[in-house]
Every structure is written in structure tokens, then in C-alpha cells.
């Protein structure tokens, strides 16, 4: 094998490990939390040219006095705003229907998880989950 050969072959090894590493290494996908097999939180994020966008469903479960079994009663989605993104982490915003606005914080743990927490964080008042994900479109 020649040495031009032997380069493009190293270069093109190269490039494809890249492009695996990139792929396991974003929070851009879609994102689907769960809790006792219910759905929690959706996250569809977009990124292009560093710049991301995205949208957030979030589930409200509903527990019944003296029934064992929780049901999802409801969702809020929005648009995030105020994007902070790095591939492996991301903050956002978004407005509550009283006008209120409630930040949140998303951090991949590995190719297929990752952590969301509320901020800033409350003693008492945790509210954070994990997400299965990412399937990229």
C-alpha cells in the first residue's frame, strides 16, 4: 500500500471515531424521562452551528388519596428560551401560564442518559429526574 493510501486510510479512521464521539457526546435528540413507568418529561433539542433550540413537555402525574396507582393528568410544553449549550450540558428557561419563569439545568451522564435538575435547587423541593434517550433525527 502506498503512503497516500496508508494516509487517506488513517485520516478516514480518524474522521469516523470523531463522528462516534460526537454522536455520544450531545444532549441534541430527543430526550424522554420517565418515573414509575410514566412519562415525566419530553425534550426535543436542536443544535446548528452551536446554536441550539428546542422544546419541553412536562407531565404532571396525578396521585389519588387511597389509590396505589399514579396517572398522568395533564402536561405543560413550551418552548426553551435562554439556551446556555455546550454538548454535554445545557440550561434553559421557560414561562409558566402565570408568567413566572422556572430555569432548568440538563446534563448528559453517558451516550443514553442523561440528568435534568430545577434551579436553583431548594432543600426540600428536588426535583430532578433522568432521561432515556437520545434518538437523533
Not at 389509590?67 to 426553551?80: E, F, I, K, R, T
Request: glycine share 10%; net charge negative.
Amino acid at each position: 500500500m502506498t503512503s497516500l493510501k496508508k494516509n487517506i486510510v488513517i485520516v478516514a479512521c480518524m474522521l469516523a471515531a470523531s463522528m462516534a464521539a460526537y454522536a455520544q457526546g450531545t444532549l441534541a435528540g430527543k430526550w424522554h424521562g420517565t418515573d414509575n413507568n410514566l412519562p415525566t418529561i419530553d425534550l426535543t433539542i436542536e443544535e446548528n452551528a452551536g446554536q441550539a433550540s428546542g422544546n419541553a413537555v412536562f407531565y404532571m402525574i396525578k396521585h389519588n388519596l387511597g389509590d396505589s396507582g399514579a396517572h398522568v393528568d395533564g402536561q405543560a410544553d413550551g418552548p426553551m428560551e435562554n439556551l446556555n449549550y455546550a454538548p454535554e450540558k445545557l440550561t434553559f428557561d421557560m414561562h409558566r401560564l402565570d408568567g413566572s419563569v422556572v430555569s432548568f439545568r440538563v446534563e448528559l451522564t453517558d451516550a443514553d442518559h442523561a440528568r435534568w435538575f430545577r434551579l436553583p435547587a431548594r432543600p426540600g423541593q428536588a426535583m430532578s429526574g433522568r432521561f432515556q434517550g437520545p434518538s437523533h433525527s
